[in-house]
């Protein structure tokens, strides 16, 4: 049972005013600074299952998941068992190793778009990487994205972004050339015949379109009956490439990510977070005819010194083997679901306008009676209240993400019990909004 005492953040608040002389911001990423819900960042000591201490001794339950890859719960027995095994032989080979095969038959199994997969360390290395193969593909070089959606911070994808671009209200980054975002269009998401226009606009010149199948860095927003189908067949009708950004919901909504629970097939796919099971690990993958254009098998160049980390590829293997066991995945989706729909229930109870939902382990919940199709529905949710709401739950001992802009996550180790700890704790708290 974590405490609800009230909180002691002494240690935390020296720790991040010492960082903010170091660090811009006093972080290595911005979402974490809590600029959008104010109040200080608690610093984080250690992590175990569904629980995060941090350096105060405060215990919360974490609804974070170090922003996706802990979906087994932190620090998971088996995972580490690996890892101690996988340090004795070294913490980078920087040559081939048969822990790379592994990790990359199971995500060729999983995943029904990938044919043939390069592993790198980060969604944004993924995301960049799989633009240049989609101009070199198409010889083409437009591309179509969707406002609220983010696919990491490279300068091509800092357009109308979503996640901390969003968070800090920042829509465009300085120091990002004019020409390098020329050919970057976007639309709002759930809108067919605006992507459908862009395309008619610009005949022969799109590579292709790339999105968030299930969107969680504008909150949680779920694709429209018919609007990945109507990508599908849009992309296809233009010889233009379709590219699912599966960072977030690649082995979350399904196993197999957003394409095997909606049954739609991009052309390729970026992966990050899960399949490094907590280390730094992003990939891409798709078509074979398509990624053997990648150096060296084709002249599409692209190279990393820590790409198929022993380390990572361990954490990513045990992480998959877990996640394959009978039941995971419907244990995830009814904890989320409990959850989620409690929430709205709460929030219903205690007067506040409020619209949300789940699939598997990813939910959101926006102070906007909604619904919520896009990045503008979204911006209508109350975000002044959303920080006292996030305050308050943190005061009570639950850790939710500090930015109406970002997903929910939830792990196997959430137990019943966190659940309805949870549940009381938002009663409690929107009770005072
Ligand atoms: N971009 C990630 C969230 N969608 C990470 C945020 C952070 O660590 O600050």
């Known amino acids: 049972m974590v405490s609800t005492a009230p909180l002691k ?146 300068d091509m994808f800092l357009v109308q972004a979503g996640s901390g671009v969003a968070t800090l209200g920042l829509p465009d980054s300085p120091g990002v050339p004019k020409a390098t975002t020329a050919t970057t269009l976007t639309a709002p998401y759930n809108d067919l015949a605006a992507v459908k226009a862009l395309l008619e606009e610009n005949p022969g010149e799109i590579a292709g379109v790339i999105l968030e199948p299930v969107v969680g860095n504008s909150g949680f927003i779920t694709p429209d009956p018919g609007f990945l189908e109507g990508l599908r067949e849009l992309t296809q009708q233009h010889d233009a490439l379709l590219v699912f950004d599966e960072v977030m919901t690649g082995f979350r909504i399904a196993y197999g990510g957003a394409q095997a629970k909606f049954g739609i097939t991009p052309d390729l796919t970026t992966l990050g977070k899960i399949i490094g099971g907590g280390l730094p690990v992003g990939a891409y993958g798709g078509r074979k005819d398509i990624m053997s254009m990648i150096a060296p098998a084709g002249p599409v160049y692209q190279a990393g010194t820590l790409s198929g980390n022993p380390l990572a590829m361990t954490a990513g293997i045990k992480t998959l083997e877990i996640l394959k066991r009978p039941g995971t995945y419907e244990q995830l989706e009814s904890t989320t679901k409990t959850l989620s729909d409690g929430l709205l229930a709460v929030a219903r109870e205690t007067g506040h306008a409020a619209c949300g939902g789940s699939i598997s382990a990813m939910f959101g919940l926006f102070f906007t009676e909604g619904p919520v199709h896009n990045f503008e529905d979204a911006k209508q949710s109350d975000l002044n209240k959303f920080s006292r709401f996030h305050r308050g739950m943190l005061e009570q001992g639950v850790y939710l993400a500090p930015s109406q802009y970002e997903a929910g996550f939830t792990s196997l180790a959430h137990t019943a019990a966190d659940i309805e700890q949870t549940l009381a704790a938002a009663r409690t708290v929107m009770a005072t909004l």
Not at 55 to 69: A, K, S
Request: aromatic share 8%; charged share 20%.
């Open 9 to 154: 953040t002494s240690k935390s608040e020296a720790i991040f005013t010492a960082a903010q002389d170091l660090m811009p911001g006093g972080v290595s990423s911005p979402v974490r600074a809590f600029k959008s819900v104010g109040g200080q960042p608690i610093v984080f000591d250690h992590v175990k299952g569904a629980y995060i201490w941090d350096v105060d001794g405060n215990q919360y339950i974490d609804y974070v998941g170090t922003w996706g890859p802990a979906i087994c719960g932190h620090a998971h027995p088996e995972v580490l068992q690996a890892l101690a095994a996988a340090l004795e032989k070294g913490t980078s080979f920087g040559a081939p190793c048969q822990l790379e095969n592994v990790l990359a038959e199971m995500v060729i199994d999983a995943v029904p778009s990938i044919e043939m997969v390069r592993f790198v360390n980060s969604g944004t290395e993924a995301c960049m990487s799989v633009l240049r193969l989609m101009r070199a593909f198409t010889g083409r070089d437009k591309i179509i994205k969707f406002e609220g959606c983010y696919h990491g911070h490279a």
